[in-house]
């Protein structure tokens, strides 16, 4: 009996110790993350109208107070299956939806777009998307929906489909993105805020060549090329074109020579009389915020110019005023930091509402009286995120968000309550009430940490001054578990380094991917910095990079390893690297450069010479080749191949259409031709990176390759 009671005794002190100790596998690092161990969030969370917001709890839809705690069923699932069988239409799950109004909600299920009463209880609108649609867009102001088939726009209303366009040349498209969705391009189709008008680009990519790319899964390999225009090469010619849905007649807007330019930031008139594009030079440092007639596609007047030395990048649709139509809010950088300012319709510069040395992030919008603004920014801290009101008058601002980390808001109609969805080291998720002077009225949801019985290892950030010895550069460090400060250990980067993207952030594990927690559990140091060149630290910090991709992003990274190098835990002889993309490009800087630091290294989809890459991008970070032949020479790592010292393996997707294969291809024929050993391996059927459960071969086969090599 006593032997019983010492083994129970036992069991329930040593089960908390065993409960904390569990191994993360390559499996749960990748895929786990996102499923078991994913944070939970509100299914269906959405604002009906100012004092009342719904979310989706067992296949019920519920309407929530937010002055009373209390919750009252809307619609149940089989409320909406009775509905839609009378329509003859299947739905076997609560379908995802959006408000059109407090009463109707707007659906798409599978190939129907439906829109629902919600006080009726009934279906109002079925329409049937035809299977070989794409870049499906509703208009809610007139219950239409516009899509592309094949290479022409189309509309469906009740009335049913018309075709708007009827391009049959090859390389024209209609209605689709264009410039390769940069410039903050999402979309190729405009309603009008009425509904009475729908713009649309046009893309002309006749004069691009076809690039190959081979479908090699095919019962005979088949050639499926794509347009792919490379710096210093023809790019596509684009033109706006709008459709009166009355008359039938399209009018395009005439946006002249040269043809080679980019239009982008489309934006309606509230009058509908003119829309507004941002139009920039192929340069890419020239833009003219033009308004056009809509009856005749005239130009009107240019509105704005931005100029730069480096380059200009436009990426914020104008938004207008409904307190006084003829002004607009407009976001720039042209104080250096991401701001918001007003100008009016004729050119005017009316007040800038946001100043310092920070960055908006996002524009949320403004109240019903038009005295406040409201926005998420990086003031507190570049690594957080946080919402602010700004009080128009004086731009005085108030801090809404007051808890550490990474905060998004949705607002209520009136801007009178915002939902804050946040996340912070410790915080996997929570979802708070706030009103709009600040107060947190209640909590709706906090996750629980699903990954809570996982043994991590520390994970921390921290500053260093870059290269320049003034700016900060912040960095993640991860250690492995039951570290011990006595022993010495390997040391793996993890990098990306380029513009539009930051890898450290006050998010849950500190935006850390589990992979790196992974290899930490083997016994490495996990390191991770964010150079110059990155992103939302402002206009000089990012220019840094401008014309020689690949320089001061790699003296940044050095100066994390000079920072790694002063800690006595570190193994000085078995540092290694890891990225993809703008990552892998770094991944070869830092072996090709710095060879007697970096002992292993892991490229994936790695861009080698800036020549193979799209021009858009491309040119706007180095210029035209014939403008910047030394910047592209130093940048190309194929004229580094000699340098190679260490052990190197390139990764590649056979159908990567962002960094074609071409840069792979030939930089293994120069180690080749200097007899450099260097290692690959291709991933059939994956574009620029691998994604699934393919995922899992990919990230086992780098993790290999660090533990056999480093």
Known sequence: MRLSILIFVLVIFIQPVISQ??????????IGRYTKYNPDYISGLHWRNENSYVLIENDTLYQCSVKKDQKTKLLSLKEIQNAAEKISVEIKSFPAFRFQDENTILIKYGLDILVFNLTENEFTLNLKIPDDSKFLDFCDANNTLTYTKGQNLFILDQSGEKQITFDTDAGIVNGQYVHRREFGITKGTFWSPDGYYLAFYRKDESMVKDY????????????????????????????????NLKSGETVFMQTGEPKEHYLTNISWGPNEAYIYIAELNRDQ????????????GSFSKTLIEEKSNTYVEPEHPIIFSKKNPEQFYYQTRND?????????????????????DWEVTNFYGYDEAEKNIFIQSTKENPTERHIYKVEIKSGELTKLSKTEGTHTASFSNDFSYLIDNWT?????????????????IKNVLTSENKASDIQFGENKIFTIKS?????????????PPNFDSTRKYPVIVYVYGGPHAQLVNNTWHNDAGWWQYYMASKGYIAFTLDNRGSANRGKAFEDIIHRNLGINETADQMKGIEYLKSLP????????????????????????????????????????DWEMYEVMYGERYMDHPDDNPDGYKSSNMINHVGNLNGKLMLIHGVQDETVVTQHSMKFLRECVKQNKQVDFFAYPIHPHNVRGKDRIHLMDKVSQYFIDYL
């Not at 081979?214 to 074109?241: C, I, N, Q, W």
Request: proline residues 4%; charged residues 20%; hydrophobic residues 35%.
């Open 21 to 30: 100790t569990k191994q993360l596998t390559i499996d749960d690092a990748i």
């Open 212 to 243: 190959p790319l081979v479908d090699f899964m095919a019962r005979e390999a088949e050639h499926t090329p794509v347009k792919y225009p490379m710096a210093g090469m023809k790019s596509h010619h684009v033109t706006l074109g709008i459709y």
């Open 285 to 296: 440092n020239h833009m003219h915020l033009n308004q056009y007639k809509v009856a005749d």
């Open 336 to 356: 250096g930091w991401s701001h918001l300012y007003i100008y009016n319709v004729y050119g005017k510069k009316i007040k800038q509402l946001t100043k310092g």
């Open 424 to 440: 912070a080291f410790d915080v996997p998720h929570k979802t708070d009430l706030i009103s709009s002077n600040g107060k947190l």
């Open 467 to 479: 290269e320049d010895n003034k700016t900060d550069l912040y960095c993640r460090m991860i250690l």
């Open 569 to 608: 835990y570190v193994d000085t002889n078995r540092i290694g690297v890891h990225g993809w993309s703008y990552g892998g490009f770094m991944t070869l800087n830092l072996m090709l450069r710095q060879p007697e630091t970096f002992k292993v290294g892991v490229a994936g989809g790695p861009v080698v």
